[in-house]
């Protein structure tokens, strides 16, 4: 079998090449790959190459990793001995997070198991784990988001409160407090603002920082205070740029009190010292961001921690439950991660996509393996469809939905350019 693959071969050597698959053993599966979304962790790896915790030191063009490892797709073939739990056909999503001690994972440590490929082989530790889960939609960028939906998650289950001398953490946000985001227009941002109004917790009053004017007005059309104040809660929004006074400004949109729970979006030894002066009484702050610099540090109020009982806690991946859940989350219509997605690309896009992901503007990059198309804006389809007529079309289905990517658009661009084998 013959996969085309955006691959790893060392620091910032990505490319596209084919890769030929071995036969799968008994406890393995072939399986296609409809879609793959591109995550910030991918672009670390290529930074480090072998130097990354995730990605073998062995790593060269003669051993390449397959990158990618937010996708779904279907089953090809099955191994002998999986035959009683998985049939050619069925749709699966990909749970990512292994938990390994080697630190090994898909996406960066194997070469042949990876998202950003037309085809791969899921090794029998990951089918061991559970990371094959069924995927009962028909909109495969739901399935390729759940995992960093599943982050975000995450993130909000693990965070914490006490209660004096009470040797017990009550875990997730406390019911009718208040929560700060900071950081939090980016991508990933707007799923945790998606989440926070339409999840399971019932925060009575959610700010939202950032300090990218663009970036917020995109989330408030999004995710809007008017719908947000439908539902019993009060949603702010506030750019922070260049305000002096930002702490206590945000103190202020909280009734001068700290908050509940704080959540970080940028590894800014700033924005996490800021957050750990927002908290109040038994506050947790959740360092969301992951940085590069192993020796990253940030000052921390131990006064407060003795006397408040302020604490921290850092997430990274999400559970299976939590990727279940963001897959519910989403079939029910409560959330929609097709909110973070700006931009749409084929395999051919991988490469520079991962390579320059921090300076490539909007949102999450969505890669269909099985067609070829430059990395392309959502907002840019209706100028390029004064001369194409599928951009044309697709301005047209995204309009109708408040220029989002979608379940319509996507059938329609895989209709056009990967017509069925």
């Not at 790593?59 to 049939?87: A, C, M, N, Q, W």
């Not at 926070?196 to 917020?216: C, F, W």
Request: one cysteine or more; aromatic letters at 10%; glycine letters at 10%.
């Amino acid at each position: 079998m013959k996969s085309t693959a955006a691959v790893l071969a060392g620091k910032n050597q990505v490319y596209v090449k084919e890769v030929a698959l071995p036969e799968i053993g008994e406890e393995e599966l072939l399986v296609k790959v409809v879609s793959n979304s591109i995550c910030l962790s991918t672009y670390k790896a290529a930074l480090r190459g072998g130097e990354h915790k995730r990605v073998p030191d062995d790593l060269s063009p003669e051993h390449p990793t397959i990158t990618g490892h937010e996708f779904g797709g279907y089953i090809v073939e099955v191994g002998e001995k999986l035959k009683d739990r998985f049939k050619p056909g069925e749709k699966f999503v990909l749970q990512p997070a292994m938990g390994l001690p080697s630190g090994y994972s898909a996406g960066y440590s194997y070469e042949y198991y990876g998202g950003n490929a037309t085809y791969c082989i899921i090794p029998k530790v990951s089918i061991d784990i559970g990371c094959v889960l069924p995927y009962d939609g028909d909109y495969f960028a739901n399935a390729s988001l759940a995992e960093p939906m599943s982050c975000i998650i995450g993130a909000f289950h693990a965070t914490y409160h006490t209660t004096p001398y009470v040797y017990e953490h009550r875990m997730g946000l406390k019911d009718g407090g208040s929560v700060a985001l900071l950081g939090c227009a980016g991508p990933m941002g707007i799923g945790a603002i998606d989440y926070a109004l339409n999840g399971p917790y019932h925060s009575k009053r959610i700010v939202v920082t950032d300090i990218n004017e663009e970036r917020l007005e995109r989330a408030k059309s999004l995710i809007t205070p008017e719908d947000a104040a439908s539902k019993g809660v009060e949603l702010i929004y506030v750019n922070t740029a260049g305000k002096e006074n930002a702490t206590e400004e945000l103190k202020e949109l909280n009734g001068g009190k700290g908050y509940d729970e704080v959540f970080v979006f940028a590894p800014v030894e700033s924005l996490i010292e800021m957050g750990d002066d927002l908290l109040g009484n038994d506050g947790c702050l959740n360092f969301f961001a992951g940085p590069t610099d192993n020796n990253f540090k940030a000052k921390y109020n131990f006064y407060n921690v003795h006397y408040e009982g302020t604490h921290i806690c850092g997430t990274s991946g999400g559970a299976p439950v939590d990727m279940i859940e963001s897959l519910e989350l989403s079939a029910a219509g409560k959330i929609n991660p097709s909110y973070m997605v700006t931009h749409i690309g084929g395999i051919d896009a991988a490469p520079d996509t991962i390579l320059n992901l921090p300076k490539l503007p909007g949102g999450k990059k969505l890669i269909y393996p099985h067609i070829k198309m430059e990395l392309t804006a959502i907002e840019d389809f209706e100028e390029l469809g004064k001369e194409n007529e599928m951009f044309a079309h697709l301005a047209e289905i995204c309009k109708a939905n408040n220029n989002v990517w979608c379940r319509e658009a996507e059938e329609y661009l895989l209709d056009t350019l990967a017509p069925e084998e």
